[in-house]
């Protein structure tokens, strides 16, 4: 994980927690959600920032443990949501998982805070997180032109989609499309992989 995006969001915890609170929920992510995942299986949200999708994810028949690399982030996320559990691993290593396997893996608007070199490596590991049969929901950011920096000092990498299919392996893809996130306005690319 590109640490001046980690540092950024530590910093900024408590203002991108404001922010994300005033976006309407991820209806739309959620929906493929409950379509592709295993109903009570063990879940993962890597990249879980404020642990609203934790949260959803547990009061809807997918319990689940949050994952960020930003210490700010998993602050704002315990204080929401005592009762949930939250730990600090960044990609690509995820050194705190371990070799932890779950049915469920979510990584929503992770992938582009790496650095594009770092991109591959990433997917494999949040694949072999999964047990067999197991399902992987990812997705990024639409980089227009070359990675760049926000105001925040966050990185935006761009990177091909094909470089993320091709860390897959032998995955079945369930979907792999682009579309404009209902919750954030910007456009994104979604691939749910399930391991055969």
Known sequence: MDEQTIEAYSSGASRF???WRDQPPPADMYALLQ????PGGKTADIGCGTGRDV???NDHGFPAVGYDAAEGLLAQAANAFPSLVFKRAALPVLEAIGEDKYDNVLCETVLMHLPPEEVAGACARLFELLRPAGTLY???RVAESASTRDAAG???AKFDA???RESLGDAEFLLDAEAVNRSSGK???RLVARRR
Do not use: D
């Not at 379509?35 to 295993?38: A, P, Q, V």
């Open 17 to 19: 927690a404001a922010e």
């Open 35 to 38: 379509r592709y995942f295993t």
């Open 55 to 57: 949260a959803w994810l």
């Open 138 to 140: 990812l997705s990024w």
């Open 154 to 156: 966050r990185l935006y």
């Open 162 to 164: 094909a470089r993320v």
């Open 187 to 189: 456009r994104v690319h």
